[in-house]
């Protein structure tokens, strides 16, 4: 069974630029969620897909958003990029809702320069 | 506000030995735990959880333990294995599957 597959691995951009990560999850797999991790603030919550639906959302400015599609691949994107935003993106997909374990992938690391 | 707490930023351990590794949280309405080890640049991998409604959950060298009136819980790794050395998240679940991470502990096996 294939993992939780993320595209690009790395990826650089300039400050002002806007950018699109994206992830496909382990087939059967309906809930996507994306996190940021960076050396100061550890992973950090973005949002959560479900079923084409954002499910929860963190604490990030509108400049982040994300979508899924129909066979539950989804992208983030950030627009108008700033220096901090810097960091390790990563993709989870869990089976459906509550109780079932969350698998990663490898992330995506995004520089800002 | 970190409702999730891995106070040992790092732990170093013989090769053969127990390593224990703690985590403290705040908000009652987590109600599953899970534990993960992640090398740098890497995803994080799923170790281990456990449901608040149990106390212990064992998997082969790793067994996780739940305090809930405490709001502890700790994973244990016996016994600890050089390929065990990376960083340490326990992770907390309140809403759909939202995780709240701890900041990790890192540790290092010594063979």
């Known amino acids: 069974k294939a993992g939780v597959t993320q595209t690009p691995r790395y990826l650089i951009k300039t400050r002002g630029q806007q950018v699109t990560l994206s992830c496909s999850p382990i087939?059967?797999?309906?809930?996507v969620s994306w996190y940021q991790q960076t050396p100061g603030q550890g992973l950090q919550f973005l949002f959560e897909?479900?079923?084409?639906?954002?499910?929860n959302k963190g604490n990030f400015p509108g400049r982040f958003s994300g979508r899924q599609f129909s066979n539950s691949r989804s992208e983030m994107n950030v627009s108008t990029l700033e220096l901090g935003d810097s960091a390790l993106y990563l993709c989870?997909?869990?089976?459906?809702?509550?109780?079932?374990?969350?698998?990663f992938g490898q992330g995506t690391r995004l520089t800002v320069v | 506000d970190q409702q999730v707490k891995q106070n040992s930023p790092s732990l170093s351990v013989q090769e053969g030995r127990i390593s224990i590794l703690n985590c403290d949280y705040t908000?009652?309405?987590?109600?599953?735990f899970l534990w993960y080890k992640k090398y740098p640049a890497e995803g994080p991998t799923f170790l281990i959880s456990?449901?608040?409604?149990?106390d212990k959950n064992e998997d082969g060298r790793f067994t996780v333990f739940l305090n809930k009136s405490a709001k502890h819980l700790s994973l244990h790794i016996v016994p600890s294995q050089p390929g065990d050395s990376a960083v340490y998240f326990c992770?907390?679940?309140?809403?759909?599957?939202?995780?709240?991470f701890g900041g990790g502990t890192r540790v290092l096996v010594k063979p």
């Open positions: 087939s059967g797999h309906r809930s």
């Open positions: 992770a907390a679940r309140a809403a759909g599957n939202k995780l709240t």
């Open positions: 989870a997909s869990s089976f459906q809702g509550r109780g079932t374990e969350a698998f």
């Open positions: 908000n009652s309405m987590f109600d599953y």
């Open positions: 456990i449901s608040s409604i149990k």
């Open positions: 897909y479900f079923s084409e639906t954002q499910r």
